[in-house]
């Protein structure tokens, strides 16, 4: 059975460690390889950054829901981040060609680049007036 965990967090980077720390509560108990809790770490932290960084105006106080949920067959993780702010798809901007050098580049675009190529689905959609980026991970 998949049971939902959900926990809101105000939107500021002092926020990380207890957003890392409420998913891996709710890894602790399936064996997570190292390898994916690692992919799960670095694409949730570039998540949770853009949202502390962009989605509410610099004077806002925002707040991210972060919901998890584990089961299935196979075993999947699925982690939710829900954010107020204003409406930003990340997936329809164009990747970022990592074959530029860094100087020829576009600023911006490789941590989303690094979560869609990390994870087993990526999705995006804008409900109620919320954000709703949602990460999905085989363990």
């Known amino acids: 059975m998949r049971q939902v965990e959900e926990r ?3 939107a500021n980077l002092d926020q990380m460690e207890q957003v890392q720390a409420f998913i891996g509560e709710q890894l602790e108990q399936y064996h997570c390889p190292y390898k994916v809790k690692f992919q799960l770490d670095v694409a949730v932290e570039e998540i949770f950054v853009n949202i ?3 989605a509410y105006r610099p004077e806002q106080v925002g707040e991210a829901t972060v919901r998890c949920c584990v089961g299935g067959s196979p ?3 699925t982690i939710q981040f829900l954010d107020n702010g204003k409406p930003f798809n990340p997936l329809a901007k164009e990747d970022a060609d990592i074959t530029l050098s860094a100087e020829e580049r576009e600023i911006g675009g490789l941590g989303i680049l690094m ?3 990390s994870m087993d689905a990526v999705e995006y ?3 109620d ?3 709703i980026l ?3 991970k085989n363990i």
Do not use: S
């Open 8 to 10: 809101n967090f105000p």
């Open 52 to 54: 502390a960084h962009y």
């Open 75 to 77: 075993l999947q993780i």
């Open 115 to 117: 979560v869609k190529k």
């Open 125 to 127: 959609n804008y409900e």
């Open 129 to 131: 007036g919320k954000n």
């Open 134 to 136: 949602t990460i999905k």
